[in-house]
């Protein structure tokens, strides 16, 4: 989740040194990619997928996706105060909607347990045959 | 709708592009949960195998292969909405139906939980991501 948000500021911030790319002049697509800001922030996105992929090893996909739209919060930050850019009072409302959002999953279990198959034909403690483990 | 000199797409084609990249996004995201599932703990293999295990473990599954594949299609499929529909409307709505349509996918095809608590989750994160383009 950091590493998405400081990911996508830090692109942002060298693709506004290399200048806007036309379909006109694809070539500073090449010239983007030398440039450090943004070779770090595709590091950092790639660390991103890493530990996202890590995540879903262990954790379920309703868990992991609306937790990492925390990051989308650390972004609107980075925004306001690294890149100076104005942050609408709509901006500040959807920041507090997806905060409310993480933390109706972050107070949840992370992973559906489900029943051994030899189990299924007695009737399940939850709906849907899925038993809600603990949280990691 | 002729803005700036562009000429934008109708609704249908807006609609049914803004679709494509958030079906293409969720095909993407189950199918990289459920080879991830598949494949388990990651942190386990990387502590049995080390990372080259870890990175073999991910790579060679067909899933995960299908799953990135879908990713790239919703990648460029958002390139090409982007082309002919507004930024401030193409962005939001892929993303938020993005989020609900994970929700419907992970309780069908992944057979998760989806209880009262992550239905909101996915609510209430869609509806702020949709107010922040705003």
């Not at chain 2, 419907?104 to 509806?127: G, H, M, Q, S, T």
């Amino acid at each position: 989740m950091l590493t998405a948000s400081v990911g996508d500021t830090l692109l942002s911030h060298g693709m506004t040194q290399v200048g806007p790319v036309t379909l006109a002049h694809l070539g500073l697509l090449l010239h983007a990619i030398r440039n450090p800001w943004v070779i770090t922030g595709i590091l950092c996105l790639l660390g991103f997928f890493a530990s996202y992929l890590t995540a879903l090893s262990w954790a379920d996909l309703t868990f992991v996706l609306p937790s990492t739209a925390f990051g989308y919060i650390v972004v609107a930050f980075l925004a306001r105060f690294w890149l100076h850019e104005p942050i609408t009072p709509y901006r500040w409302i959807g920041i507090l909607l997806i905060v409310c959002g993480v933390g109706f999953v972050a107070n949840g279990p992370s992973l559906t347990l489900h029943e051994p198959q030899h189990a299924t034909e007695e009737p399940a403690p939850q709906g849907g045959g899925a038993v809600t483990g603990g949280t990691r | 709708m002729i803005h700036a000199g562009h000429i934008y797409a109708g609704p249908i084609e807006t609609w049914a592009t803004i679709l494509t990249v958030a079906a293409t996004a969720v095909a993407g995201d189950v199918l990289t949960a459920g080879a991830m599932r598949r494949i388990g703990d990651l942190d386990r293999i990387r502590a049995k195998s080390g990372l080259g295990g870890a990175v073999r473990a991910v790579t060679s599954s067909p899933m995960f292969l299908l799953g990135v594949l879908s990713m790239a299609a919703s990648f460029f499929s958002l390139l090409f909405t982007l082309s002919n529909v507004e930024l401030s409307l193409a962005a939001p709505a892929s993303a938020s139906l993005t989020f609900l349509g994970n929700a419907f996918a992970a309780k069908i095809f992944l057979k998760e939980n989806v209880n009262r608590r992550r239905w909101l989750a996915a609510l209430f994160v869609c509806a702020g991501v949709f107010l922040l383009a705003k």
